[in-house]
Antibody
């Protein structure tokens, strides 16, 4: 059974940093690309980032490019999102999602339950 | 950047058919995926690559994509189908995934 468990969310001041983690199990982790998707509670979904199965390819939404960095440790079946220069508009529930293949244009076929990031002074 | 629009809401009686559209320039030339999200839950993939269904998704969910519009069709709607539905497409011009604005389906 595929499981994705996010952690690392919390309250941070504007300009601060945070690292989100996603622990994956139930599939061969390095065979699949992974995504981060965020959602302001009560609002729509916003794709944040994609990383290829072996970490060689990364993609970012314009809203986070230059501030966020996605990475993965295939030896630990873990995905990360390093978030710097956080803004109030980054406040959202952050989901980790498994790609159905190794990158675009595949869908996200499994999702975690999310970790909440609140950027506030 | 690529813009994908959905109607904000759709109301349908039980047993009837709901059609949710996803509009974008030449979206018919891209692969479109659809997600269902119920309150307090993570999204669930219900249709991928325009018209394929993941295992475990009822045949009542189907999709099509042509021209500037992709459509998710839910036949014989049930109370349990009440949810938000989002389309998703890969924008090859910008190397970004884009989600539609979402449609709230209400079962009357």
């Amino acid at each position: 059974e595929v499981q994705l468990v996010e952690s690392g969310g919390g309250v941070v001041q504007p300009g601060g940093s945070l690292r989100l983690s996603c622990a994956a199990s139930g599939f061969t982790f390095d065979d699949y690309a992974m995504h981060w998707v965020r959602q302001v509670p009560g609002k729509g979904l916003e794709w944040v980032s994609l990383i290829g199965g072996h970490g060689g390819s990364t993609y970012y939404a314009d809203s986070v490019k230059g501030r966020f960095t996605v990475s993965r440790d295939n030896s630990k079946n873990s995905l990360y999102l390093h978030m710097n220069s956080l803004r109030t508009e980054d406040t959202a529930l952050y989901y980790c999602a498994k790609d159905a293949g190794d990158g675009y244009p595949s869908p996200c076929d499994f999702w975690g339950q999310g970790t909440l990031v609140t950027v506030s002074s | 950047s690529y813009v994908v629009t959905q109607p904000p809401s759709e109301s349908v009686a039980p047993g009837k058919t709901a059609r949710i559209t996803c509009g974008g320039k030449d979206i018919g030339s891209e692969s479109v995926h659809w997600y269902q999200q119920k309150p307090g839950q993570a999204p669930v993939l219900v249709v991928y690559d325009d018209s394929d269904r993941p295992s475990g998704i009822p045949e009542r969910f189907s999709g099509s994509n042509s021209g500037n519009t992709a459509t998710l069709t839910i036949s014989r709607v049930e109370a349990g189908d009440e949810a938000d539905y989002f389309c998703q497409v890969w924008d090859s011009s910008s190397d970004h995934y884009v989600f539609g604005t979402g449609t709230k389906v209400t079962v009357l």
